[in-house]
């Protein structure tokens, strides 16, 4: 790693401060993903600005009426284990390993927006508002391509705001050696309609499947999806699988998240 | 550099280290406790694995700065009092839950955190909870049926495999 300065502030003021002086700094969630950036010198910043010392964005919050807010810099862990709420916890249950939940945060992961992380299917599907130490932000305006978001510099996300929902399904298929998603499907049934985003498949990062979700408003059904076509263009392409095979699993976990929500 | 307090095993240590110190580091070169193993230094592997507040975290995966004022525990403070080998120690050598013993400080001590948790956890909740520590020996059966054993429980259903 390049030498930087580490500081730890305890208020967001102080942390928004720091990261908007001369002094080139990035904020620093969980680390779990930053960190081992920073040993491949792949970003080299003078100064991290820790969020995890900052208690006002730590919690998770559940009202009366089935809205849930979690705080941006609170771990996986925590919300595995606090989130009463469709299809979140479980999700939140299988990000890495027990030791990565423990650090990783929830704000890092969508600040980060990896195109195979987790949270930002189920941001998506679920119409989540995004909350920074400026504004609000609306789902379908914060993810804009793999690792780019609607963050301005030195913006952070100081709380996510889950709004009720009937029911909701995330299905991973799991790539065994990064423990990222090969390819994650959360599918959320709402009032006002049924939402279903795709990661871990996109080279645009996390997607919402329009016509999964028009077919799924009429029939809320797995045999609603099974005859649609994945456009499999812009699919990934590895050597974990080719843009066909995961055009296919896009398909084959939405009925399977259908049927399990 | 900056100077940094913290408890390990019990005892308030300080050091002066830099921003990018990482937690290991800290531990192996300015404390000279190097139980706490780096296998990857890419947070896979799990063989730095310790407890910060309780909780396990990879110490390559987290600066030494970010444990200020936390309560650190390492593989150096999981014997008993009186220096004998504590339940899932004992359980290891007993089980041969290890051969060339590299990963067992990182092995141990996610053990030792899931117990915490789950104090008689079912042998597919230890194998999903020691995910992210990798063994290149064991093909990890005597890790788990170690683990199981550990926990008061009957090993004899997984020694029968």
Avoid at chain 2, 113 to 141: D, F, M, Q, V, W
Wanted: with cysteine; charged share 20%; hydrophobic share 40%.
């Amino acid at each position: 790693m390049y030498e930087f300065d580490l500081e730890r502030p305890t208020r967001v003021e102080d942390a928004v401060k720091l990261l908007s002086d001369s002094v080139e700094s990035q904020p620093l969630g969980g680390g779990q993903t930053l960190i081992p950036t920073l040993k491949q010198r792949l970003a080299s910043p003078e100064r991290l600005v820790s969020l995890t010392g900052i208690d006002s964005m730590k919690g998770v919050f559940t009202d009366r009426g089935g809205t849930l807010r979690i705080g941006g810099a609170t771990t996986h862990a925590e919300v595995a284990a606090k989130a009463a709420y469709p299809g979140l916890s479980e999700l939140a249950a299988n990000i890495g390993d027990p030791a990565v939940r423990n650090r990783g945060t929830i704000g890092g992961s969508l600040a980060n927006n990896d195109p195979a992380a987790c949270y930002p299917a189920a941001v998506l599907a679920l119409n989540a508002t995004i909350g920074t130490n400026a504004r609000e932000i609306a789902a379908d305006d914060f993810f804009q391509g793999m690792f780019t978001t609607a963050l301005e510099e030195g913006e952070i996300i100081t709380n996510v705001t889950f709004p009720a929902v009937r029911t909701a399904n995330y299905q991973k298929f799991l790539q065994p050696a990064s423990r990222f998603a090969l390819v994650g499907v959360f599918v959320a049934k709402h009032d006002d309609g049924v939402r279903v985003a795709v990661t871990g498949a996109s080279n645009d990062g996390v997607f919402r499947w329009s016509a999964a979700e028009e077919a799924l408003n009429g029939d809320f059904s797995p045999d609603a999806v099974a005859g649609l076509d994945v456009p499999d263009g812009d699919m990934i392409s590895d050597l974990h699988g080719s843009g066909a095979y995961r055009a296919h699993l896009v398909k084959v976990l939405t009925g399977r998240a259908v049927a399990a929500a | 550099m900056a100077k940094v307090t913290m408890t390990v095993n019990g005892k308030s240590v300080s050091g002066d280290v830099e921003g990018r110190t990482l937690l290991s580091a800290f531990l192996r070169e300015d404390l000279n406790l190097t139980g706490t193993h780096i296998g990857c230094d890419t947070s896979q592997c799990g063989a730095c694995v310790v407890h910060v507040d309780g909780e396990a975290v990879k110490a390559c995966t987290m600066f030494a700065l970010e444990a200020e004022g936390a309560e650190v525990g390492t593989i150096e403070g999981q014997a008993n009092a009186d220096g004998s080998l504590n339940a899932i120690q004992q359980a290891f050598q007993d089980h041969h839950g290890l051969q060339c013993g590299f990963c067992t400080p990182g092995m141990v001590m996610s053990a030792a955190a899931l117990l915490k948790e789950n104090p008689k956890p079912s042998e597919a909740e230890i194998r999903h909870y020691l995910e992210g520590n990798i063994c290149r020996c064991t093909g990890y059966h005597n890790i788990v049926k170690a683990i199981l054993a550990a926990s008061g429980q009957d090993v004899s259903a997984i020694a029968a495999e």
